[in-house]
């Protein structure tokens, strides 16, 4: 007989209650207090800071305050996120034995796999790409991320359903540059919405079903509907009242002055090259970097492959995580050269435009 697990959805939430279940759930799960669970959620327009980040270094937060956009800071590690009600959350609170590692590269890889079998099952060709996207012809249709507490993991994904790139866009504290029309263009072509894919939006309890029963098969368990227990919500209220204040949100505080925006740009023989920094200047480290210009690149994708690489890099490891990622890929770039891309940071790197959080 399967083993039973339980699904969860707690519907449409401000972003401070659905980190507050975060921390309740998480710790209900470590304590065994509760079964592995399948919890499906949805966030109010929110700012998602990841635990160890600065809002102002990290998001436009007069955009934020002019839109109604919530600022909230996650109990996981990571980047800054933009989420609301046109993203579909799940999240897995399971037990090490469940997955049977401490590795977060094979339980992305197996859960991923899991998850776009279940978007697949809803008519587009959603696969796998490491480390922990879901992509849908190159195009990023799902992002996930893992963490441990003691032998609990919280395991998450977004699916977008009809999303806003450009509000993610200038949500974030990025170059000006990235938010020109042809930027913006850009960057809806490397992500993928259902609505577009199909025509239409999806049912959403299709879509849960979908997910479940991937899950179900992946695990070889059997998931049955249930409600937070009283022990969660008796957990829920004690992280509510610490997660729904300025405190918690500011709990790190770094003016964006000490992580200005660099920027430069090269006239190659592959065309012109720009590339926009945030960089610390405390550690000396590349945090962010994006890539637009005159140029061609094929796949389409590599250009955001390579920044994600090149993400929280010291200047003095850039020339060898450049040749790296270089390596061994199929890349058509006509005359560009890897050591284009070095150049034209080591050049942005002399030229500091600091940057405000407006």
């Not at 519907?11 to 399948?38: H, K």
């Not at 499906?40 to 327009?45: S, T, V």
């Not at 919405?193 to 879509?207: E, Q």
């Amino acid at each position: 007989m399967s083993e039973m697990w339980r699904v969860i959805d707690t519907g449409l939430r401000p972003a401070a209650q659905n980190i507050a279940l975060n921390r309740a759930l998480l710790e209900a799960r470590q304590a065994e207090e509760i079964p592995s669970t399948l919890r499906f959620l949805r966030f109010a327009p929110s700012a998602l800071l990841g635990y160890h980040q600065s809002a102002e270094q990290e998001l436009n937060l007069d955009y934020c305050q002019a839109h109604n956009i919530a600022i909230q800071r996650r109990i996981t590690g990571g980047g800054a996120i933009y989420s609301d009600e046109t993203q579909l959350g799940w999240e897995l609170y399971l037990h090490k034995r469940d997955v049977g590692t401490f590795d977060m590269q094979a339980i992305a890889k197996r859960i991923c796999h899991a998850a776009a079998t279940a978007i697949s099952a809803l008519g587009v060709d959603a696969r796998y790409r490491p480390r922990n996207d879901i992509e849908v012809d190159g195009r990023k249709i799902s992002g996930t991320g893992g963490a441990f507490d003691g032998d609990a993991l919280l395991y998450q994904g977004t699916l977008l359903i009809d999303f806003d790139v450009e509000k993610m866009l200038r949500v974030l504290r990025i170059p000006a540059e990235k938010l020109a029309d042809k930027a913006i263009a850009s960057a809806r072509e490397r992500v993928a919405n259902l609505k577009d894919l199909l025509g239409r939006r999806p049912d959403p309890a299709l879509i849960r079903n979908n997910i479940t029963e991937a899950f179900e098969s992946e695990f070889d368990v059997e998931f049955r509907e249930g409600d937070l227990t009283l022990t969660e919500h008796a957990r829920y209220r004690v992280a509510l009242a610490e997660i729904d204040t300025h405190d918690w949100i500011n709990l790190v505080r770094r003016p964006a002055s000490d992580m200005p925006v660099y920027e430069a740009a090269q006239k190659f023989a592959g065309g012109t090259l720009r590339a926009s920094l945030t960089y610390d200047r405390l550690t000396h480290r590349i945090k962010q970097a994006w890539f637009t210009g005159d140029i061609f690149v094929s796949p389409r994708r590599v250009i955001a492959d390579l920044e994600a690489a090149l993400r929280d890099t010291s200047v003095e490891r850039l020339e060898q995580n450049v040749r790296r990622f270089f390596a061994g890929r199929q890349v058509d770039m006509l005359s560009l050269t890897p050591d284009d891309f070095i150049a034209v940071v080591r050049l942005a790197v002399k030229q500091p435009i600091v940057a405000s959080s407006s």
